[in-house]
């Protein structure tokens, strides 16, 4: 099982192994969204309405589902009148503050999970443009989501570049002589042969 976190910086071998990371990172999200989805789905039923009145009752307290409000800072929008602020801690002991709660993690979860098929997109069209062959990568995730990849040459593509060269000059084939040489050579074993013939008969 993956971990997902925050922020992390992950190493991979080939831009097949991210794929298949991100694909695993998917899934997670995926049973986490499940998860929450069916507690929410029992908090719903366990009250009697239906989604729709409960998003009516959000939407009267101030809360959003479908579109994430932001202040000007960037800041999420204030939460309903059922949450109590504590420097800056929010706390609720009311239930439309756990739905309120599920319904915005499900949402984040949406996000990173559309975000993460986003990048895989991109991997998949340049694994199949041949890109990724002999590299490794170092990828910045925030939150699972890759932010930013770091390309380098692949070590086992090193090590293999490095065999093949040392292949290359250390196992050269001894060069085939030459017809010069050739004759040059059974000159001098045809005069060795009748030295030792002129030896013996003496």
């Given at each position: ?116 098929k986003e990048a895989r997109t991109l991997i998949e069209e340049l694994q199949k443009a041949g890109f990724g062959l002999g590299l490794s990568f170092s990828v910045y ?62």
């Amino acid at each position: 099982m993956i971990r997902v976190l925050p922020v992390e910086i992950r190493e991979f071998s080939s831009i097949n192994e991210l794929d298949e990371f991100l694909e695993k990172e998917i899934a997670w999200y995926q049973a986490l969204l499940e998860e929450y989805g069916e507690t929410l789905g029992s908090l719903l039923r366990g009250q009697g309405l239906s989604s729709e009145e409960v998003e009516k009752i959000l939407k009267e307290k101030g809360f959003s589902r479908p579109v994430s409000r932001k202040g000007k800072k960037g800041r999420s929008a204030s939460p309903s009148e059922g949450w109590f602020s504590y420097k800056g801690l929010l706390f609720s002991a009311d239930k439309q503050g756990r739905i309120e709660m599920l319904f915005e993690s499900i949402e984040k979860i949406e996000n990173a999970i559309n975000r993460i098929k986003e990048a895989r997109t991109l991997i998949e069209e340049l694994q199949k443009a041949g890109f990724g062959l002999g590299l490794s990568f170092s990828v910045y995730l925030v939150n699972g989501v890759p932010e930013r990849i770091f390309v380098q040459k692949a070590k086992s593509a090193a090590q293999k570049y490095k065999l093949e060269l040392f292949l290359s000059t250390s196992m050269t084939p001894t060069p085939k002589p030459s017809k010069i040489e050739e004759a040059e050579n059974k000159s001098e074993e045809s005069q060795e042969k009748s030295g030792k013939e002129e030896g013996a008969g003496k």
